[in-house]
């Protein structure tokens, strides 16, 4: 019988889990559009981006980004098939301490099922837990709940929003 670690063990034969590169652009915005509506990306624009997020750091914590974007790549055949961020807040509160936000999990339709998008939301959680986060917060739609359930988070308080 298989217990749940088993089951939730990334196979790293196959995947690896990595901060996105440049080379990564139709990929990422391939896997995007899983998720919602990306647009026109250009890939200097989408360069421009990843040289901005690589640049910011955390105050006093040189060797730490507050950007934290990461892919998993199909080793096989060397495509992104999952992506998602972590953007880590400095506050005032708790100390000047920090906050983590994760954004824009998305897992290629093809490689749904495979516990990919779990293993990204905890590699985006260690990664906040290295970067000395007091939390980790995420919104979701309703009928993901249960997938955030799964990865540890629970639900607290609503969320808000204007659009523009």
Known sequence: ???????????????????????????????????????????????KLLNYWDSVKLPDRPD???FNPLVIVNKKTGKV?????????????????????IEDIAVASSEQGKNLGY??????????????CYKI???CDAKNIGFYEKSDFSKAGIEMQIRF
């Open 64 to 66: 730490e980004r507050m």
């Open 137 to 139: 917060i995420l919104d």
């Open 1 to 47: 019988m298989t217990t749940t670690s088993e089951t939730k063990k990334l196979n790293t034969d196959i995947y690896e889990i990595r901060r996105i590169k440049a080379s990564d652009y139709e990929d990422v915005t391939k896997t995007l559009t899983v998720l919602t509506t990306v647009g026109v990306v250009t890939k200097e624009k989408f360069h």
């Open 119 to 132: 293993h990204l939301i905890r590699s985006l959680v260690e990664t906040g837990k290295r970067s000395g």
């Open 81 to 101: 098939v999952a992506t998602g961020m972590l953007l880590i807040e400095p506050k005032i509160i708790h100390e000047c301490g920090f906050v983590g936000h």
